[in-house]
């Protein structure tokens, strides 16, 4: 049959009015129309053929596309092919068939690119999860309790969003991923309940050293109390946090027992102040007489009695303000140093060891510019005049060390 023909040039209607299409196996009846003439009974007939025909071009659109996974496509292509081998329509069935199996090679080819984009899809996937156990271990090993337990969450997350690779690899690695979040929630168990405990104990030792500050609070014996009250706060540091709900409140609990008792002692502490406003007048005007008796220091044993003198009054008067005790500690320190270096240079001034050997240089001094003054004489006497310059000019250096040296004798024997 020439390829020119049409669909109804593969099918007749028989004079009973069944219709026929011819195939290469030979005539098949497809059925009949009833009422119907000949010619409308074949056309009938040849719709249904060429409503396969659009199927069909529809499904090879789809494939050459590649909208369809191969699978699919194969499905597909073996339904339409049962379907035309069975199908009571007229038109050229061979054909379609044909075009069914043409379409067998496009769909391997997608089958086969197919199959290696998921191989290096499974790659990256592969590697990826790796990395994600890698971090997951690590954290597994780490003490990050807080951002560790929303990272592994999130992992979790990305994880399930993940496609599943070969099923050997992908159990081995879910298992070391599950094994790492379980090792790290154990951990951090564990942590949790190693803190609790430890801010438990510093509950109890707060609560301790708040019983201790209560006692403390109403103590009128300011130094031996505020000593203890920086032992407390030593002890309240060194305790570490309580837990978080009950922290504050004891803190500001055992902060108002401080600042109650350090209140008291300020208040009582200004009171004294004035009381002894007077005492501070009195030392401050005998500091003024002593500093013009005692100083400058001229005659080292008036200075002395006059040193005494002033400490004895200043023994009798009673305590200053708590701001003036430094300034007048730092006067009469001044005065004790004044009489301590006078003391100090007069026995370096009458040192007997030291006055012999300042007495020692200053006559090798004058053995030696004599001798020098020898030589100058002698050059003088050959008329060596350059010689007798250098003698005469070493012998005026070494007599300004002498002047130097009988100072110092001079000074000893003061």
């Known amino acids: 049959m020439s390829e020119a023909a049409g669909p109804a040039d593969f099918g007749r209607v028989a004079e009973d009015g069944t219709v026929y299409v011819r195939t290469a196996d030979g005539e098949r009846a497809v059925g009949q129309v009833p009422d119907a003439t000949p010619e409308e009974a074949l056309a009938f007939y040849v719709r249904r053929f060429e409503n396969l025909q659009v199927e069909v071009d529809l499904l090879a659109a789809r494939v050459r596309a590649g909208t369809m996974s191969p ?7 073996n339904s339409h092919k049962s379907q035309i081998a069975e199908a009571n329509a007229v038109g050229n069935l061979q054909a379609l068939t044909e075009r069914l199996d043409s379409l067998t090679g496009a769909i391997s080819e997608q089958a086969e690119a197919r199959k290696v984009v998921r191989a290096q899809q499974n790659e990256q996937t592969k590697a990826t999860k790796e990395k994600m156990v890698a971090e997951a271990e690590s954290l597994a090993a780490g003490n990050d309790w807080r951002g560790g337990v929303n990272r592994f969450r999130a992992l979790l997350e990305e994880w399930k969003a993940l496609p599943r690779i070969d099923r050997t690899t992908d159990d081995a690695l879910w298992h070391r991923f599950s094994s ?4 790290y929630t154990r951990r951090r ?10 801010r438990d ?6 609560e301790r050293i708040i ?6 609070a109403v103590s009128t014996e300011w130094g031996p109390t505020a000593g203890a009250f920086r032992d407390l706060m030593q002890q309240w540091k060194a305790a570490g946090p309580a837990p978080r709900e009950v922290d504050e409140q004891l803190w500001q609990t055992f902060r108002g027992l401080q600042d109650q008792f350090f209140a008291a002692r300020s208040a009582a502490m200004s009171e004294q ?8 007048e009195a030392k401050e005007k005998l500091l003024d007489e002593a500093e013009k008796t005692v100083l400058p220091i001229k005659d080292l044993a008036a200075s002395k009695q006059a040193f005494r003198s002033f400490l004895d009054q200043f023994a009798e008067i009673g305590k200053v303000p708590r701001d003036s005790i430094r300034p007048i500690e730092n006067r009469v320190r001044a005065l004790e140093t004044a009489i301590r270096e ?3 240079e007069q026995w370096r001034r009458t040192n007997p060891e030291a006055r012999q050997r300042a007495s020692d240089t200053a006559n090798k001094l004058q053995n030696q510019i004599d001798e020098l003054n020898a030589k100058a004489e002698k050059a003088e006497a050959r008329g060596d005049a350059k010689k007798a310059k250098e003698h005469r000019d ?7 060390w002498l002047e130097q040296a009988e100072k110092a004798v001079q000074d000893y024997s003061g």
Do not use: P
């Not at 699978?71 to 292509?77: C, I, L, N, Q, S």
């Open 394 to 400: 070493a012998a005026g250096t070494y007599q300004s």
């Open 180 to 183: 790492a979040r379980t090792t």
């Open 211 to 216: 019983g201790e500050a209560e006692s403390l």
């Open 342 to 344: 006078a003391e100090e």
């Open 201 to 206: 104990a510093a509950k109890a030792v707060k």
């Open 71 to 77: 699978e699919e496509a194969r499905k597909a292509v």
């Open 189 to 198: 168990k564990a942590q949790f309940a190693q803190q609790a405990e430890k």
């Open 273 to 280: 102040d004035a009381e002894f406003k007077g005492n501070q």
